[in-house]
């Protein structure tokens, strides 16, 4: 694919002969006039927002998962410039699809739509349309089914919610039906059939998913926080996260159909996720779009928060990287906070970076974004850089030994060391005052960093145990030892705090306004920061569809991936390795009490690393250093943090 789209002209091209210019040059066509909305590069906000065009239509697909005999069909939400309706100027739509438009809302300020008696849409969540549609763009708020306005049941992740998004692409280009309220046909003929795809959360999920169909007309997508397999998202290499709040539950949390019409569907979901024994199957299969990856023809521009505890890390990493197998045109942005989008983290910059990208890929307006650095991430606190790439030019993948004196480095180790689990160790407690005794916990420390060390990528842990028991849960995470200012992403708010200040970003309306409350950075200083954790089910450990129960006294190794990550430590900071058995603060741990054995020897930390020229990775090291450091989260700020996950999705 090219990552430089064609420009759409006003009117045809004009062949003329090579003869025909020497005898009548003046007969050659004029260049086509640029509409208003563009100059030069970009677009310009020229068009009345609070004229535009407002509508709904209802988007037949050929899903019937309601059973009720009838095409489910999906509303679509409207708003697009008049002036450009009237000119017969056809202009590409922005699309946010969503479940969340009634039952919960979208963006920092949990926005909803707003319809007029008459039914007629007349607020719009986020800023999208605001800014946007000025500038000549359509914007369209798609219902999930099952959702909202929408029929058909929502089926999380599903076939139904896949295809059903789809299905309003295709309608923009001229491939589907769709109809107003009154069941007069719709009919988009107002558009380039150009469409880019937006949204945090499940929606930059269905971005996902739907690019990953290979859709004619989706020429962009910008997932943002957003899930890349749905097993992931529930589980970490068999070990579940909850049984509870499964995608059974999570569809009738966004229901907007009558209970007793999706409750067979439900039902089917409960069935389908296989809690007992958190195995890959069908169902999950099903909900993986990484696979798919192949398929995809749309450009990609990916946010995500590098502490996010909601859609781990893991999600945009592995369908990054299998992207960049396709050479699918792509950009990046990491930010320090969690579950959060950068309109909320970086604003302005956000706003413009993203103005560019839609200009670029949807109006076919050759500015720089695409010569740009790839990566944009932040270090610290509002300290940001940009790279050519992600993970980091050059960075490989360096086996870390763990020693028997508790030690992290280049070393081979040797030795046994013993585990024995304890399902009411906290995080807090695991990655605290490393030096000392705790039951239930094993620390591993390297020597203070003789250099910069820059991690980048996606870390493994490889274990050689032996256990007493059929299975047990494995836990380690990777710690940064040192004083520092850092972003405060356990406590509410997930690294932000809204002011009571507002700015605003488009043109208003009496009934949607463009303006939204502004935000700053939530920072502490803390004694360490956990960079990323990493979970499996012991019997998982060799296949995610068949596990096999462990055999006691039987040696086994391991191998499981740690969330994605990156960042520079300073030197003099201290890397951490901190291993347990059940997790309970993040996992519904498969506890059983077991006991773990260690091979040091055929043990190791796989870490991603990029090394300036004449560094050394790591520094030598016999003895663990001395450290005082103390987790700075409080029990309250560790469980509001976690409760994010299941309460607020979007």
Known sequence: MSSRPLRRVASAAVLISASALVVAPQAAAAPSAEPPHVQGTRTVPVYDYADA???????????????????????VDLVRPRETARAGVKIPVIMDASPYYQCCGRGNESEL??????????????????YFVPRGY??????????????????????????????????????????????????ADWTTGKVGMIGKSWDGSVANGVAATGVEGLETIVPISAISSWYDYYRDNGALYTADFGPAWLSGY???????????????????????TGNVNDFWAERNFVPDARKVKASVF????????????????????ALAERGVPRKIWLGQPGHVDPFDFRRAEWVSTLHRWFDYWLQGLHNNVMREPMATIERAPDVWVNESTWPARGAFSLPVSLGSEGTLGLRPGHGIETIVDDPELSEREAVSDPNASVPGRSVFLSAPLSHDLRISGTPTVTLRIRVD???????????????????????????VRTLAT????????????????????????SDLAVLTRGWVDAAHHDSLTSPRPLRPGKWYTVTWRLHAHDAVLPAGRVLGLVLTLSDSDFTLPTTTGATVDVDLRRSRLNLPVSLRPGA????????????????????????????????TFR
Do not use: M
């Not at 739509?113 to 605001?130: C, I, M, Q, R, S």
């Not at 946010?303 to 990054?320: M, P, R, Y």
């Not at 488009?506 to 502004?518: F, M, V």
């Open 53 to 75: 065009i407002r509508e709904s239509v209802w988007v037949t697909t050929n899903l019937d998962n309601d059973r009720d005999g009838v095409p489910d069909k999906v509303a």
């Open 113 to 130: 739509k707003e319809y007029a008696d008459d039914g007629t849409v007349t607020k719009f969540p986020l800023f999208y349309d605001n």
């Open 138 to 187: 359509a914007f369209a708020a798609v219902d999930f089914n099952g959702t909202s306005r929408s029929t058909g049941c929502g089926d999380v992740g599903g076939r139904e919610e896949i295809l059903g998004t789809k299905a309003v692409i295709d309608w923009l280009n001229g491939r589907g039906r769709a109809s107003y309220a009154d069941g007069t046909p719709a009919r």
């Open 254 to 276: 966004v229901n907007g159909r009558p209970p007793e019409v999706c409750q067979p569907l439900r039902d089917e979901l409960l069935a389908g996720s296989e809690n007992a």
């Open 302 to 321: 990916i946010s995500h928060g590098i502490n996010d505890l909601n859609v781990e890390t893991k999600h945009f990493a592995q369908w990054w990287d």
């Open 469 to 495: 028991k059929p299975t047990t849960e494995l836990s380690a995470r990777l710690v940064d030892y040192g004083t520092a200012p850092r972003i405060n992403y356990l406590a509410s708010g997930v690294g």
């Open 502 to 525: 507002e700015s605003c970003w488009g043109a208003s309306t009496e009934d949607d306004d463009a303006c939204y409350r502004d935000t700053v950075k939530n920072v502490t200083t």
């Open 616 to 647: 050394t990775a790591l520094p030598d090291v016999t003895v663990a250093p001395r450290i005082s450091a103390e987790a700075p989260a409080t029990p309250e700020e560790r469980t509001a943090a976690r409760e994010d996950r299941w309460t």
